[in-house]
């Protein structure tokens, strides 16, 4: 059984569904829609916009007075000024940003419970950064071109505009590389966790080289590398929506064919599936959802919500269909959580999410060994009176 088959047969709903999140998206930017939203003559806003829109707010701006042990700034707000509005507020302006980072947090989660049935974690973190690698490649790459092509009295640097244009190529490239070359190593070897770990410690050297290989274009990479969700655009939330929609329903409508491949693979070849195909299209998958995400929020955010909502949400989990909920579920919690305490701390945007999603999996292990322990106790109990009789 061929998966492109099974594609075509079911790629309707497929389209059918993006066309829907594209026109709901377009309507819900179109400048009469949105109350209580700042409106854009053209739908998008700049990050010194926001800011400026920030200072020019109706109520009494905050004044920022450092704390006595001078760590962080905290707002002195107003007596009539709450710090519920103040928020979401912050959350009116900074819309893209949370919308973006919800849907790269669903996508994530989504993909990570595959990653997590089959014990794929090592490749959950190598992947992200063999696509840092990529885009310093391609950055390097045009750099150098600029170089060679260099007219005099004109700036070295490369535009943030090309960067951003050739960023996409380089991340989804190298990881689609990455992943056939260990889609074709992987019936050949059984140490899967040693190539892993050798894709993951080649990126983060690639990385380093290629940063000081390039001067220049340090800024660029940096920024690209580090991700900064706070200034995703309309646009980048379009392409992780649509993403998002395209992965999530290649994995409902294939989930029982992806299921018995990952894990009975005996059975699923005496079926005549064709495995090689298959898992080669379970790659292409996690290749792009890692690649969009990676391109737009970074490789730290990519990482943690890999890993983190999944492995918070399977102790509780009874079947694949409640683990896809309840991960997709924590991951669109923790990062809307993330985001409000981002704005109310005055904290990064991304790191502040992945440590919401490393809280919420250690809430998650506290309760389950509460659960354990309750557990111990009662069937302590009811050993107890059988002993005595």
């Known amino acids: 059984m061929n998966p492109l088959r099974l594609v075509s047969c079911r790629l309707l709903p497929i389209v059918a569904g993006l066309c829907l999140v594209a026109s709901a998206v377009e309507s819900a930017a179109a400048p009469g829609s949105g109350r209580g939203l700042h409106r854009h003559r053209r739908g998008e ?24 042990k001078g760590r962080r700034l905290r707002s002195a707000r107003g007596a009539g000024d709450s710090a519920v509005p103040h928020v979401f507020r912050l959350l009116g302006q900074f819309r893209w940003a949370v919308l973006g980072s919800v849907a790269a947090g669903f996508l994530c989660s989504f993909m990570g419970t595959i990653v997590l049935a089959r014990r794929m974690m090592l490749l959950g973190i190598a992947l992200p950064q063999a696509a840092s690698a990529g885009i310093a490649l391609v950055l390097l790459l045009a750099q150098w071109a600029k170089h060679w092509s260099l007219k005099p009295g004109e700036s070295p640097f490369l535009e943030e505009t090309t960067a951003v244009m ?31 770990a050798t894709v993951y410690i080649t990126g983060l050297a690639l990385v380093v080289i290629l940063l000081v290989l390039n001067p220049y274009g340090e800024a660029h990479m940096a920024t690209m590398l580090e991700g900064n969700i706070i200034t995703v655009s309309r646009v980048q939330f379009v392409i992780l929506a649509a993403v998002a929609v395209a992965v999530g329903a290649f994995m409902v409508l294939l989930r029982k064919e992806f299921l018995l491949v990952s894990f009975d693979p005996e059975m699923a070849w005496s079926l005549r599936f064709n495995l090689p195909a298959w898992n080669a299209f379970l790659y292409v998958l996690l290749g792009v959802t890692v690649s969009t995400t990676v391109m737009i929020t970074g490789p730290m955010f990519a990482f943690g919500y890999l890993l983190l909502p999944p492995f918070a949400a399977r102790p509780w989990a009874k079947g694949m269909r409640a683990f896809y909920i309840l991960a997709t579920v924590l991951g669109v919690v923790s990062s809307l959580v993330g985001c409000l305490v981002s704005f109310e701390l005055n904290w990064p945007l991304g790191p502040s999410q992945v440590l919401t999603a490393a809280a919420v999996l250690l809430l998650s292990r506290l309760l389950l060994l509460c659960r354990h322990r309750a557990a111990h106790t009662q069937a302590l109990q009811e050993q107890a009176p059988a002993e005595a009789a």
């Open 45 to 68: 806003e700049t990050l010194d916009e926001i800011l400026r829109d920030v200072e020019r707010a109706p109520s009494r701006a905050p004044e920022t007075v450092p704390s006595p």
């Open 166 to 196: 050739l960023a996409p190529f380089g991340s989804l490239g190298t990881v689609l590389v990455v992943l056939t070359l260990l889609a074709w190593a992987e019936r050949r070897t059984l140490f899967h966790e040693a190539q892993w």
